[in-house]
């Protein structure tokens, strides 16, 4: 779903050296025709918690609502060493319309290091208050990390698996400044979730060229019906689905030519104290991409964090 530059910055991922193993295998191109056999034009149903990792609904923070997340994704490495890498968010609820998150990025390498790797603004803003057939969301990010960090937030240009094998010594010397966007949509029919992402990054630090990128998701609950009690193990507080995302080149050489892709079933539990646990296996769809990536998260959400913190500095209750 990134201060002042120096006068020397070492080349952009984008800009090294690149395996050239083919075009994208027929695997890629079946796993897009699957999206198109979801569910559709039935009546929309209330949105939960979402199960997705890397796609985005159109669903925002509550306003005044602070929800704070913590997100982990072992990666297989050929040619290198496996890595965990983990990332913080503290998503706020500004307004209705406006969702602003913080995050600060980390990883560690197996038989190598871990290292801080740089921090992440993201802002969404829902551009119709009402729901509509589709939903659009407009998704800002500003991003300051370094050639080492290797959360796979996303997937997007030309980043493939080999990008990832460098040390750390090596690849932390590479420091990036990258402005995302990405127009979400979303929509949601009777518990069924449909969202797609569209991404255009530029990495402003040297001269690299917008790259593209997608990401897919839909997802349901395992039942609509609310239970009678309050319950931790309720069919209605778990959310399954799946997701498929990846590269899409760059201004030079759009494409699926030298691109990684991944498909990863998702579930989400959601507990009636706040928290949701998630969990992803994520699998590589063409030998650009990592064999095996696992990603898991835990979240909490503080509603009315806003007001709260109003009536403690002494300001009017929102």
């Known amino acids: ?25 027929p695997a890629i191109l079946t796993a897009f025709f699957l999206f198109l056999l979801t569910p559709a034009f039935v009546t929309p149903a209330r949105a939960q918690e979402s199960s997705y990792i890397v796609t985005y609904d159109h669903y925002l923070e509550e306003p005044g609502s602070l929800e ?11 040619g290198g060493n ?11 609820g500004a307004t209705a319309w406006w969702t602003t998150e913080l995050y600060f990025d980390g990883q560690t390498t197996f038989n190598d290091s ?7 603004w993201e802002n969404r803003f829902r551009l119709l208050q009402r729901e509509h057939f589709i939903n659009p969301v407009l998704y800002v990010e500003y991003e300051q990390t370094s050639g080492a960090d290797k959360i796979l937030k996303e997937v997007e240009g030309h980043d493939v698996e080999a990008d990832y094998a460098d040390p750390n010594s090596i690849s932390r010397q590479e420091h990036d400044h990258e402005i995302e966007t990405k127009l979400l949509l979303s929509k949601t029919f009777q518990g069924w979730n449909i969202a797609e992402n569209t991404i255009a990054t530029k990495n402003v630090t040297g001269g690299n060229p917008w790259e593209f990128g997608y990401a897919l998701g839909t997802s349901r609950p395992l039942a609509l019906k609310a239970s009678a009690h309050r ?7 778990f959310i399954a689905g799946i997701e498929m995302y990846g590269g899409l080149g760059d201004r030079h050489s759009f494409g699926l030519h030298e691109t990684s892709h991944y498909l990863a079933p998702v579930v989400a539990w959601n507990l ?15 030998d650009n991409s990592h064999r095996f990536l696992l990603r898991w998260g835990v979240s909490r959400e503080f509603p009315n964090f806003g007001s709260a913190i109003a009536r403690l500095f002494g300001g009017r209750k929102q």
Not at 68 to 78: I, K, L, W
Not at 84 to 92: C, K, M, P
Not at 231 to 237: K, L, S
Request: net charge positive; hydrophobic share 30%.
């Open 114 to 120: 871990t290292i801080f790797t740089g921090f992440r």
């Open 231 to 237: 319950c931790n193990f309720c069919r209605e507080n």
């Open 272 to 286: 009636p104290s706040d928290w949701t646990l998630r969990l992803s296996p994520g699998f590589g769809l063409n």
């Open 68 to 78: 704070v997340e913590y997100f982990s994704t072992f990666g297989t490495q050929r």
């Open 82 to 92: 496996d890595f965990h890498s983990f990332w913080a968010e503290f998503e706020y």
């Open 1 to 25: 779903m990134k201060s002042a530059l120096s006068t020397q910055q070492p080349p952009a991922r984008s800009s090294r050296p690149r395996r050239r193993i083919g075009d994208a295998p």
